[in-house]
Every structure is written in C-alpha cells, then in structure tokens.
C-alpha cells in the first residue's frame, strides 16, 4: 500500500460509503418534499459549497507535493458533483431527505481541505527549518571560532 492510498483511506470516508451517499442523494430526489431555495437549510447548504469551491481554488500547491494534489483533485471531483445540486444556477433541486446527505458530504470535504491546509504549513515550517539549519550547519563550519 503506498502512502498516498494509506493517507486516502486515513482521511476520507471509505469509497463504499461516499459511493453509498451518492447513491442515497440520487434515490431521494423523488421526494416529494423539495427545499425551498429560500430556506435557512438550502442557504447554508449553498453557502458551504461556495466557500469550499472557493478555498479549493485558492490552494496553492507545489507539484512536488502529489498526494496533497491527488487529495486537492478529489475535493475539486466531489465539488462539481455538489454543483449540480448548490450551484447559483443548479439542475437539480434538493429535497429534505438529500439536505443531511449533502450536509455530510460538504463536512467530508471541509475535512480534507483542513488536512490539506496542515499538511501545507506543515511543509513550509520543515522547509524553514531545514533551510535555518543548513545556513547555521554552513556558519559552523565556515567560521573560525575561539
């Protein structure tokens, strides 16, 4: 198992279970009680979605970092399922069944770009610090010292 996969399983929910929300999201559009557009509901769900499409584009994320890359493309995969529903001009509208489903799926994604804004500082820090103690390790040793 490669760290990459090893990270994934870690921190999504498991393929059959986002497989199985999906599922579920499509097998309660036929309810018949549809949310309101300008419900407190849908308004959270729809300001969720923006801000989490916005954050994603946001990330800046060097090539040599994959696996936060491979995560950042999942999260942008899984966003433009969400448009379809949260979208400011959306296709499919969204019933009372689908608003929890949704609202799990926004908290997934709102997790992985946490752990992808960590991972991040995180690297940046460790690229600080290596980069301090080559210049002290270069002063050591370049310096004459009593």
């Known amino acids: 198992m490669t760290n990459s996969t090893r990270l994934l399983r870690w921190l999504t929910p498991p393929v059959r279970q986002e497989r199985d929300d999906w599922t579920l999201l499509r097998s ?38 994959k696996v936060l890359t491979q995560l950042q493309a999942r999260v942008q995969v899984i966003l433009l399922r969400c448009q379809l529903y949260l979208d400011a001009h959306p296709t499919h509208s969204v019933s009372q069944a689908q608003e929890p489903i949704l609202t799990r799926i926004l908290d997934y994604l709102c997790e992985e770009q946490r752990y992808i804004r960590q991972q991040l500082l995180l690297t940046q820090t460790t690229e600080h610090y290596v980069k301090q103690l080559k210049l002290a390790t270069q002063d050591v040793w370049t310096k004459t010292y009593c």
Not at 29 to 58: C, P
């Open 28 to 65: 309660c559009a036929d309810d018949a009680e549809q949310l309101a557009t300008d419900s407190d509901a849908f308004r959270r769900l729809r300001i969720s979605y923006r801000e989490l499409n916005q954050q994603n584009q946001e990330l800046k994320i060097a090539p040599q970092h």
